[in-house]
């Protein structure tokens, strides 16, 4: 499985439900899969419930390359990554035995949620066969909503998000 993450890239006019936040996205993490037949429907396509677990997959890989494994996030915060919405577009389709590139960044990130974007691409054609966007609720111990700590942004190294002066870290991260 290969990782990586790219230089941050300011936004450009990405527009969506979820892209209300004035903060700019973080690097894009890459790690590859290949397509398995459990994956596929009859035809050989892949069924579409697995472009959100891949967005998952994109996602535990992008806390593992800052140095914070989901699970280490748990403990280490005794706090919970809750999906409040899934958004995904199906652009094209992806095959058996097509190896993927997922890529992830945080796009959004506020006082209780981080919103994740997610780009899969055909490694072999370069086309994207998907595009979408997870929001989520920091949650604690009993399920209920709570500020991220303070040393987050730092943990997870997205502190150069916020590094333009026309940006503000929430109180929280401070």
């Known amino acids: 499985m290969q990782r990586s993450c790219a230089p941050t890239v300011a936004r450009t006019n990405m527009s969506s439900v979820l892209d209300e936040s004035p903060w700019l996205p973080s690097d894009w993490c890459s790690t590859e899969i290949r397509v398995r037949y459990a994956e596929t429907d009859q035809m050989g396509v892949v069924y579409y419930s697995n472009y959100l677990v891949w967005f998952e997959v994109g996602r535990t890989e992008f806390c593992r390359q800052r140095s914070l494994p989901y699970r280490d996030f748990e403990r280490e ?21 097509d190896v993927l590139i997922i890529r992830t960044r945080v796009d959004s990130f506020r006082k209780r949620t981080i919103s994740f974007q997610y780009e899969i ?25 709570r500020s991220f700590p303070a040393d987050f942004l730092r943990v997870m190294r997205l502190d150069e998000m916020f590094a333009s002066g026309s940006e503000k870290l929430p109180e929280s991260a401070k």
């Open 121 to 145: 691409v055909n490694k072999e054609s370069g086309l994207v066969v998907a595009s979408g966007r997870t929001l989520h609720v920091l949650l604690d111990e009993n399920g209920r909503p």
């Open 77 to 97: 915060f005794q706090a919970y990554l809750a999906v409040a919405e899934a958004q995904c577009r199906y652009l094209t389709p992806a095959r058996y035995d």
